[in-house]
Structures are given as C-alpha cells and as structure tokens.
C-alpha cells in the first residue's frame, strides 16, 4: 500500500505562483520505481491529466494548458514529487491530486494510476 499527502495548496492572484509537494510512503514497495502524476479537478468538471513523470525523472509530460508555466519534478531520495505552478489562472482554479502507478514509465491517463492522494485545493483569483 502507498500512502500520498499533498500539500502546498492554497488561495493565490492571478499570474502568482505556488508550488505544490506530494509526500509518498510505503511498507516494503520501492515508491522511488514507480512514475508519479498530478492530475486535478475543477467543480462540475471530470479529473483530468496535468503533468507525469517517469521514475527517474528523465521524461516528463505535460497536458497542453499548463505547458510552459508548470514544472514537475522529484526527489527521490525524500520520496517527495513536486509541482512548481507560475503564472497561474483563473481557469487553474482545481483541487489537484497526487498518484502513482506501478510502473516507472509516466502514463497521462489516469485510470493507470493505482494509488492517490486526498488531494490539495488551488484557487486563483483574477
């Protein structure tokens, strides 16, 4: 079983910044092989993909609206996955998910992921 926390999350003006972080834990499962995700929700909308990355953290993907302005990284040596967030948007507005998956190639689907977080809310202002 692997545990998932996010944090970072919060309320920010348009063109702000923030960066989200996503604590992984696990009994007897190597998390540093599995590839990692962030994925998000807005009300009334369905979960959708936001950034991937593999287990190493050489490839990583992004879904077209964030392009540019989100990074996803890891340190695998603090089991921890980050999301550095610039320019923000309204339309950014979501609550934003952790996951993995048991595999160390990145998938931008989500039914892929095996395990989630409880998720983090991110609001922007305008």
């Known amino acids: 079983q692997v545990q998932l926390v996010e944090s970072g999350g919060g309320l920010v003006q348009a063109g702000g910044s923030l960066r989200l972080s996503c604590a992984a834990s696990?009994?007897?499962?190597?998390?540093?092989?599995?590839?990692m995700g962030w994925f998000r929700q807005a009300p009334g909308k369905e979960r959708e993909f936001v950034a991937a990355?593999?287990?190493?953290?050489?490839?990583?993907n992004y879904a077209d609206s964030v392009k540019g302005r989100f990074t996803i990284s890891r340190d695998n040596a603090k089991n921890t996955v980050y999301l550095q967030m610039n320019s923000l948007k309204p339309d950014d507005t979501a609550v934003y998910y952790c996951?993995?998956?048991?595999?160390?190639?990145?998938?931008?689907?989500?039914?892929?992921?095996?395990?989630w977080g409880q998720g983090t809310q991110v609001t922007v202002s305008s």
């Open positions: 996951a993995s998956r048991q595999s160390g190639v990145l998938s931008t689907s989500l039914d892929e992921y095996n395990y």
């Open positions: 696990g009994r007897f499962i190597n998390i540093n092989s599995y590839a």
């Open positions: 990355i593999s287990w190493g953290g050489s490839r990583k």
